[in-house]
Nanobody, 124 residues
Framework: QVQLVESGGGSVQAGDSLRLSCVVS????????MAWFRQAPGLEREFVAA???????RYADSAKGRFTISRDNTKNTVYLQMNSLKPEDTAVYYC??????????????????WGQGTQVTVSS
């Protein structure tokens, strides 16, 4: 059983930074593509960023240049560094995983494992 636990969310001002973390337990961490999604109230869950192994990454257009996804296989942890935050980044952010052999994906339905989410609120 794979378990994902996010942390690092909070309330910040526009222009501030946050770093989200997601610790994975239960299986070999480097067997997974890791991704971040977010969901704002009333909207569908949307892709933010994904990272394969060793370092192939993919970003949503809204995240390019501001967000950086990274992973530390020694700590079974994936990170999302978010800089220059905007009010429209306000959402619940979810960590997710899919088997590495399936490759990177941007659809939520492609990911089998999910964390409980962490709230990010950006005020203007």
């Amino acid at each position: 059983q794979v378990q994902l636990v996010e942390s690092g969310g909070g309330s910040v001002q526009a222009g501030d930074s946050l770093r989200l973390s997601c610790v994975v337990s239960g299986r070999t961490f480097n067997s997974y593509v890791m991704a971040w999604f977010r969901q704002a109230p009333g909207l569908e869950r949307e892709f933010v960023a994904a990272i394969s192994w060793p370092t192939t990454t993919r970003y949503a257009d809204s995240a390019k240049g501001r967000f950086t996804i990274s992973r530390d296989n020694t700590k079974n942890t994936v990170y999302l560094q978010m800089n220059s935050l905007k009010p429209e980044d306000t959402a619940v952010y979810y960590c997710s995983a899919r088997l590495l052999s399936f490759g990177l994906a941007t659809r939520p339905s492609a990911y089998a494992y999910w964390g409980q989410g962490t709230q990010v609120t950006v005020s203007s």
